[in-house]
């Protein structure tokens, strides 16, 4: 009886230095005070879509810290809002973050005209702000703590089209003659002004050079108008409606010039994808991210298994493959400096963000002074053997080649362009 | 008797606003403010030729949006101070107006209506194509880092649009209570009767226009400052009618009180809707208002409070 009092009394101080244990360690991440990270999102409006399949990726990002033990400690908690795609929403969500929610970090929400009407209080208040898809939005503002995650390069609007047009520039026979055109739209015009320079800079004549209004149904007499002109090259800078209207229109008149495509928004989208198919064949366009063997990231297949079973039960893009990345790898850069600082300290971890490199699920990222990235790695895909419409087309190596730039190259451009299919 | 106890309430508010800018801090309260009163100032002007005229107005945001295109330009090229784009915002809207007025208000009804659509889409397209104003890529506008008698550019937005709002709210008021706002209820009643009795109908309408459209572009004067960068589209937004014209439907289109009330409601109620609901439910909020005030008060707030106060009495 005594000796099963003795070993009673030895389990139970067992099992409290267990608790005590556990209390101390374990869970030591869930009794800090969260560390908060504050950012509007488009969830309705135009870019509502491509702005929830963003939010997916930063809850992502914020389980994965967690499961990890959290951040400094302390477990990450989103803070967002609605901006409803509107600017006007901006300043006020911001303010609320700052002043009410008192979160510990800002991210900007997606696009131009989200994230700069945060940058007078960003400013004001001396923080970091990571942006998720601006353009050149510091140019105006040459804040020291504003970074930007799009790989357009330190210099957005001329580093955008750089690589189309060097590999243009290299085909056998050299094309002569380039045709622009460019939606009425901030992106959009920002982008033709820099294919307007490289075009010259790489001694080509301009033949054509438009806008189009946004949200034309029928793009034929444009198409047309181009191929009235019989230029080499036809670089179309669109938004996804009118990057569809556009192929469309141009397989239906068969413009058919030595390379086509340029900067159109939509194509890396796997509903448009889907849709277009085969059509989309010898197309040579910008792209972000491909399942190339050469742009397989640390942490990206994993990132996309974990999106990719998640997306289909919101409604989202089901692959990923554009936005939702990047929108993983802004929040990584900024936990990345915060972990190597070991300090919540804005303007310490701001300096650090200066200077260092980052890994991320987009590859090494590495700002310049005016806080885009140090060199552009904008890519130049071309499409090549999509036999269907099926998703699974769009999963596979080889259907996305990167012809730009050469240390991610893993295909040859077909040139000329082989013709619609 | 009522204009001093209205002129002893225009000086409260203004002191009031005034003086919070020395106690609060918190910087969610100014800009969130900033977008009630901006919405006092334009359901108020709508009002003018929408409610006392009878004239559906759907441009507010080309009135607002050329205001602060105005003011951008001559901030990025002029760096003009404050009170100057005010008034330069002002009158571009009020030539607008006139000119505008003066051409579609021989057109009633719906016919007016779409005119002022149209307008819309030819300002947004005009700015669009015109690469001093930013164009399609936008425009950005700096705030001046220094500022006198307040602690951030923000508090000086904020005391600028209470004064606004005053003043535009003091207007119409006086419009109201005047031959000008008698000449315009006249219309709205019975344009032809109106015009048998020797009311200059054309020559009222016309400055009614001018008098909103001119409210209308103050209000979109100090905007610029608030949003940093402006691009056509969304400065030049449907929202912006849509707001303009339910907050007066919502608080009322017979007085002066009633857009204003209906701005606080329906403007803090969005405001409140973005930060706690922050989903699609929150675009739903001023369709329900609408439909719920058409169909129970159609009359708007004041409306239902004058009959509640009938029946009492009664």
Not at chain 2, 133 to 153: D, H, Q, T, W
């Given at each position: 009886m005594n000796g099963l009092r003795v070993r009673a009394v030895r389990l139970g101080k067992y099992f409290l230095c267990a608790i005590a244990i556990v209390a101390f360690t374990v869970p030591a991440v869930h009794a800090q005070k969260p560390l908060k990270i504050g950012f509007s999102m488009a969830l309705t409006g135009p870019l509502a879509q491509a702005g929830k399949g963003a939010l997916l990726a930063m809850q992502i990002w914020a389980k994965d810290v967690n499961d990890g033990g959290g951040l400094l400690g302390r477990p990450v908690e989103l803070v967002y809002y609605d901006d409803q795609t509107k600017?006007?929403?901006?300043?006020?969500?911001?303010?609320?973050?700052?002043?009410?929610?008192?979160?510990?970090?800002?991210?900007?929400?997606?696009?131009?005209?989200?994230?700069?009407?945060?940058?007078?209080?960003?400013?004001?208040?001396?923080?970091?702000?990571?942006?998720?898809?601006?353009?050149?939005?510091?140019?105006?503002?040459?804040?020291?703590?504003?970074?930007?995650?799009?790989?357009?390069?330190?210099?957005?609007?001329?580093?955008?089209?750089?690589?189309?047009?060097?590999?243009?520039?290299?085909?056998?026979?050299?094309?002569?003659?380039?045709?622009?055109?460019?939606?009425?739209?901030?992106?959009?015009?920002?982008?033709?002004?820099g294919a307007r320079e490289n075009a010259l800079k790489h001694g080509f004549e301009i033949v054509y050079d438009q806008s189009y209004q946004m949200g034309i149904p029928d793009f034929t007499p444009i198409v047309r108008a181009i191929k009235a002109r019989k230029p080499d090259i036809v670089y179309v800078m669109s938004y996804p409606p009118g990057s569809v209207g556009f192929v469309r229109a141009a397989k239906e008149v068969r413009l058919e010039p030595k390379i086509i495509g340029g900067s159109m928004v939509g194509?890396?989208?796997?509903?448009?994808?889907?849709?277009?198919?085969?059509?989309?064949?010898?197309?040579?366009?910008?792209?972000?991210w491909a399942p190339e063997p050469t742009l397989n990231f640390p942490g990206i297949?994993?990132?996309?298994?974990?999106?990719?079973?998640?997306?289909?039960?919101?409604?989202?893009?089901?692959?990923?493959?554009?936005?939702?990345?990047f929108a993983y790898a802004y929040l990584q850069v900024l936990q990345q400096a915060i972990e190597a600082t070991k300090s919540t300290d804005q303007k310490?971890?701001?300096?650090?963000?200066?200077?260092?490199?980052?890994?991320?699920?987009?590859?090494?990222?590495?700002?310049?002074?005016?806080?885009?990235w140090a060199r552009s790695r904008m890519l130049f895909v071309q499409l090549q053997g999509i036999e269907s419409h099926e998703m699974v087309e769009f999963t596979k190596p080889g259907k996305m080649r990167v012809i730009y730039p050469e240390k991610f190259r893993s295909g040859e451009l077909i040139y000329p362009f082989p013709g619609w299919q | 008797m009522k204009k001093a106890a209205l002129l002893i309430l225009a000086v409260t508010v203004i002191s009031?606003?005034?003086?919070?800018?020395?106690?609060?801090?918190?910087?969610?309260?100014?800009?969130?403010?900033?977008?009630?009163?901006?919405?006092?100032?334009?359901?108020?002007?709508?009002?003018?030729?929408?409610?006392?005229?009878?004239?559906?107005?759907?441009?507010?945001?080309?009135?607002?949006?050329?205001?602060?295109?105005?003011?951008?330009?001559?901030?990025?090229?002029?760096?003009?101070?404050?009170?100057?784009?005010?008034?330069?915002g002002g009158t571009s809207s009020a030539v607008l107006g006139l000119a505008i007025g003066y051409l579609t208000l021989r057109l009633k009804g719906v016919y007016f209506s779409i005119a002022t659509l149209a307008m819309s889409i030819v300002i947004a397209t005009l700015i669009i194509n015109t690469?001093?104003?930013?164009?399609?890529?936008?425009?950005?506008?700096?705030?001046?880092?220094?500022?006198?008698?307040?602690?951030?550019?923000?508090?000086?937005?904020?005391?600028?649009?209470?004064?606004?709002?005053?003043?535009?709210?003091?207007?119409a008021w006086f419009i109201e209570n005047s031959w000008f706002g008698r000449g315009l209820a006249a219309i709205r009643d019975d344009e032809v009767a109106a015009a048998c009795n020797g009311v200059p109908v054309l020559r009222l309408k016309v400055l009614s226009a001018t008098t909103s459209g001119a409210l209308m572009g103050i209000a979109g004067a100090p905007y610029p400052y608030y949003i940093s960068y402006m691009e056509p589209l969304s400065t030049i937004s449907l929202d912006m009618a849509v707001n303009s014209l339910a907050m007066p439907l919502i608080g009322g289109t017979g007085s002066w009180i009633g857009p204003v009330l209906g701005a606080i409601l329906l403007s803090t109620t969005q405001q409140v809707a973005t930060v706690t609901i922050s989903s699609e439910y929150n675009l739903l909020i001023v369709g329900i208002l609408l439909v719920g005030f058409v169909i129970l008060a159609p009359n708007g707030l004041v409306g239902l409070f004058q009959s509640l106060l009938k029946r009492r009495t009664d």
């Open positions: 600017g006007a929403n901006v300043p006020l969500i911001y303010a609320k973050l700052l002043d009410i929610d008192k979160v510990d970090f800002i991210v900007s929400g997606y696009g131009t005209n989200i994230t700069a009407p945060a940058m007078p209080l960003v400013i004001d208040r001396e923080m970091v702000f990571i942006s998720l898809f601006a353009t050149a939005v510091n140019q105006h503002f040459n804040y020291p703590y504003y970074f930007q995650i799009m790989p357009a390069g330190p210099n957005p609007v001329v580093d955008w089209s750089a690589g189309f047009f060097e590999v243009a520039a290299r085909q056998n026979p050299k094309p002569k003659t380039v045709a622009l055109l460019a939606a009425d739209a901030e992106f959009a015009q920002n982008a033709v002004d194509l890396q989208y796997t509903s448009i994808q889907m849709n277009l198919g085969p059509t989309l064949n010898g197309i040579f366009n910008y792209w972000f297949e994993a990132f996309l298994k974990k999106y990719q079973a998640e997306a289909p039960k919101q409604n989202l893009d089901p692959l990923g493959y554009y936005l939702p990345p310490t971890v701001g300096e650090y963000i200066r200077q260092a490199e980052f890994e991320t699920v987009v590859g090494k990222v590495k700002f310049g002074p005016n806080g885009e | 009031g606003g005034l003086l919070l800018t020395a106690y609060i801090e918190n910087q969610y309260f100014y800009f969130s403010t900033y977008i009630v009163l901006q919405y006092i100032i334009l359901a108020t002007a709508w009002n003018i030729l929408g409610g006392y005229t009878g004239y559906v107005n759907f441009g507010t945001g080309a009135y607002f949006g050329l205001g602060a295109y105005t003011a951008g330009y001559l901030i990025t090229n002029f760096n003009l101070p404050l009170p100057w784009l005010i008034v330069a690469p001093a104003l930013g164009g399609a890529k936008g425009m950005y506008i700096l705030r001046p880092k220094e500022v006198s008698f307040f602690s951030n550019y923000m508090e000086l937005l904020f005391a600028t649009m209470v004064i606004i709002a005053v003043f535009t709210v003091a207007l």
